[in-house]
C-alpha cells in the first residue's frame, strides 16, 4: 500500500510531505483548490510521461517520490528481485523533471528506465479517472480480470503449455528448412570439408605436442654443447670441479687428528661430491635422449604447415581443428537427416497444435460463462452506482490467426453503456471520466478478491451522482477499503463522511504565488469540513450536527 508521498516544485507544490493510511481515504477541497494536481504528481511517482510544463515557477525541477510498503504483493515483491531491485518490505519510486523536459526515474536509489518504473506502478496501484495510466483500459489487464474471476488456472496451464511446445517445435523445424534451401549445394561442401579433415585426421593436443617436439629437435645442437660442457666442467677438463674437490677433501682429512672440528666441513664436501657425480650422470643421460634428426625436423615442419594452411583455409586456430572436424560431421548429419528430421517436426507440430486447441476450447467455455456471470455482476453494481440504465458485457474477440497464442484464442474486451438506447462501446471510448469511474468501481467491487494491486486511486468517481445514490457510493468505496488501500477525490459529503482517513486539499498564497497545501483533518476539523460540503459558505449549527451525524453513523459496525 501507499505509505508516504513526497513532492517538491511540482505545479503549485512548492514541498508537501503527506502520510497515507490503510482504508478508505477521502480528499476534499473547494473547485480548483488543487486537488487534481495532487494525483497528477501522485501518476508522475508510479510512471505517468511528463514534461517541464509540471515544473512550479522559478523552480530548475520538479521531484515526487512514493513509498509503498510491499508486504502481501508477492507480484511486486517478485518483479523487484528479478530486476536485482528488491530492499525489503518498503519501495521508494522517484521521478524528477527538468525543466529541459527530461525525466529520470529510480527504483529503491537506482536508476531505471521509465518502462521499468511504469511496469512496477501497475503491480503497486490502480488510478482510475486518468485514460492514460488506466489499467482497465488495456486489453491484457482485462483479460486478466476475467480470468481472475474465473478462477482457472488449471485451465490456463495445459494452455501454456502446449503453446511453449508448439513454438519450440516451429523454431527448430523453420532452423532445418533454412537449412534445406539449397540443401544438395551445402551438403556437397559439408562432406568435401569433412572428408578434407578426415585425411588430415588431426587429433586432440597434437598441435602442442608438434610444438613442443619441434623447439626440442631445433635446439638440440645447442643443448647438446652445453651438457658436454657441463660434463668436461665437472670431471673431464684437467681441473674439473669433481678432481678439485677430491683433493680438497684429502688435504683437509691430512689435518683432521690435528682439528677433529674439520670432520663435518670433510663429511659436508663428500656430499657435494656425490651430488657433482649425479649431475654429471643426469646431463650423460640428457646427451643420449637428445638427437639431432634433421629428417624428423623436416616432417614436424611440414605436419605443422599442412595443419596451418587447413587452420587458414577454415578461419580457425590450429588447435582447433580436431573439433571443427567434429562440428562437420554434426552439421553433415543434420543436413542429411534433414527430411527425415522435419517430417518427425511437423508431425510433433501438427499434435502441439491439436493439443492447443483442445485446451484453449476449455479455456474459452469457462470465459464464457464467467463473462455472463461477471457481466451481470458489473451491471448490478452500476446500477446502484447511479447508472440505472448502464450495462456492462464482455466480448471475447477471436484471435487474427488461428496459431496458437499463450492466452489462448481470444481476447476479452470490456464493452459497457451508459445510457438507455447507446449501444455498448469499448470501455476505453468512454468520454466521461466520472463515468469511467463509475464504471471501475463496479468492477472493482466485483474482481476486487482477485486483483493482486494493493492501492486504488478514484479521481472524483462521484460526478453526476446525488443523495442517496452518492451515499451508497460512498458505502461502497468504504467496503472496498476494507480490503485494499483506496483514495477518492470526492465533492460529495456523503461519500466523505465515509472516509477512514480525511485529507484537505487547499490552495493558499506564499509570497506572491500560489501554492497548494494538504492537511490531514481531526474529528472536528472533519466536521467543519463536511459541513462546509453541505451548506457552502454560512455554516449553521443545523449543519454541523447533520454533518457530525453523518460521520458517526459511518463509524458505527456495519450490519
Request: with cysteine.
Amino acid at each position: 500500500m501507499l505509505v508516504q508521498l513526497d513532492i517538491q516544485d511540482y505545479a503549485l507544490i512548492d514541498r508537501l510531505e503527506l502520510a497515507f493510511n490503510p482504508g478508505f481515504t477521502v480528499l476534499t477541497g473547494e473547485t480548483g483548490a488543487g486537488k487534481s494536481i495532487l494525483i497528477g504528481a501522485l501518476s508522475l511517482a508510479f510512471g505517468d510521461r511528463a514534461d517541464s510544463g509540471v515544473i512550479r515557477e522559478g523552480a530548475k525541477r520538479a521531484e515526487v517520490a512514493a513509498t509503498v510498503r510491499l508486504s502481501g504483493n508477492d507480484a511486486a515483491l517478485e518483479w523487484l528481485r528479478d530486476q536485482d531491485l528488491d530492499d525489503g518490505e518498503e519501495c521508494i519510486l522517484r521521478r524528477v523533471v527538468g525543466n529541459d523536459g527530461r525525466s529520470r526515474a529510480w527504483i529503491n536509489g537506482s536508476t531505471v528506465p521509465l518502462s521499468s518504473l511504469r511496469a512496477l506502478g501497475m503491480l503497486l496501484i490502480d488510478i482510475h479517472g486518468q485514460h492514460e495510466h488506466h489499467s482497465l483500459l488495456q486489453r491484457e489487464h482485462q483479460g486478466e480480470l476475467l480470468d481472475g474471476y474465473a478462477r482457472h488456472p488449471a485451465l490456463l496451464t495445459p494452455v501454456e503449455a502446449a503453446w511453449r511446445e508448439w513454438k519450440r517445435l516451429v523454431a527448430e523445424a523453420r532452423e532445418l528448412e533454412a537449412m534445406s534451401t539449397g540443401n544438395d549445394g551445402e551438403v556437397e561442401l559439408l562432406r568435401y570439408q569433412a572428408r578434407e579433415l578426415d585425411e588430415l585426421a588431426p587429433a586432440p593436443g597434437e598441435w602442442e605436442r608438434l610444438n613442443e617436439d619441434h623447439r626440442r629437435l631445433s635446439n638440440a645442437g645447442e643443448l647438446m654443447e652445453t651438457c658436454r660442457a657441463g660434463i668436461a666442467a665437472l670431471h673431464e677438463d684437467e681441473d674439473a670441479i669433481g678432481d678439485r674437490l677430491v683433493r680438497l677433501i684429502g688435504l683437509l682429512r691430512s689435518g683432521v687428528a690435528a682439528e677433529p672440528g674439520l670432520a663435518a666441513a670433510i663429511e659436508l664436501l663428500e656430499t657435494a661430491s656425490v651430488q657433482l657425480d649425479e649431475a654429471a650422470a643426469e646431463l650423460r643421460a640428457g646427451l643420449q635422449r637428445l638427437d639431432l634428426d634433421p629428417e624428423r625436423l623436416m616432417e614436424l615442419d611440414r605436419r605443422m604447415a599442412t595443419l596451418h594452411d587447413a587452420a587458414r583455409k577454415h578461419r580457425v586456430a590450429p588447435a582447433d581443428l580436431p573439433m571443427l572436424r567434429e562440428e562437420l560431421h554434426q552439421r553433415l548429419r543434420r543436413a542429411e537427416g534433414a527430411g527425415e528430421r522435419l517430417a518427425e517436426l511437423h508431425a510433433g507440430i501438427g499434435r502441439a497444435a491439436a493439443a492447443w486447441r483442445d485446451a484453449a476450447a476449455a479455456l474459452r467455455n469457462s470465459r464464457m460463462r464467467a463473462a455472463t456471470q461477471l457481466g451481470k455482476a458489473v451491471t448490478r453494481e452500476m446500477r446502484k452506482l447511479g447508472m440505472p440504465e448502464g450495462s456492462f458485457a464482455i466480448e471475447l474477440e477471436a484471435r487474427e490467426d488461428d496459431q496458437p497464442s499463450p492466452g489462448g484464442s481470444e481476447r476479452a474486451l470490456f464493452l459497457v453503456s451508459t445510457n438507455p438506447g447507446q449501444a455498448p462501446k469499448a470501455l476505453a471510448r468512454i468520454a466521461s471520466g466520472g463515468e469511467l469511474s463509475r464504471v471501475g468501481l463496479a468492477i472493482q467491487m466485483i474482481t476486487s478478491d482477485q486483483t493482486g494491486v494493493p492501492s486504488t486511486v478514484f479521481d472524483e468517481v462521484d460526478v453526476g451522482v446525488g443523495g442517496g445514490v452518492a451515499e451508497i457510493v460512498g458505502q461502497g468505496l468504504r467496503a472496498l477499503g476494507t480490503r485494499r488501500q483506496v483514495l477518492c477525490i470526492t465533492h460529495l459529503p456523503q461519500v466523505a463522511a465515509l472516509g477512514h482517513q480525511h485529507l484537505r486539499v487547499a490552495k493558499g498564497r506564499k509570497g506572491k504565488s500560489a501554492v497548494v497545501t494538504v492537511m490531514p483533518l481531526s474529528r472536528t476539523e472533519r466536521t467543519e469540513e463536511i459541513a462546509r460540503m453541505l451548506g457552502g459558505i454560512e455554516i449553521s449549527a443545523t449543519t454541523r450536527a447533520h454533518a457530525e451525524e453523518m460521520i458517526s453513523r459511518a463509524e458505527q459496525p456495519a450490519g
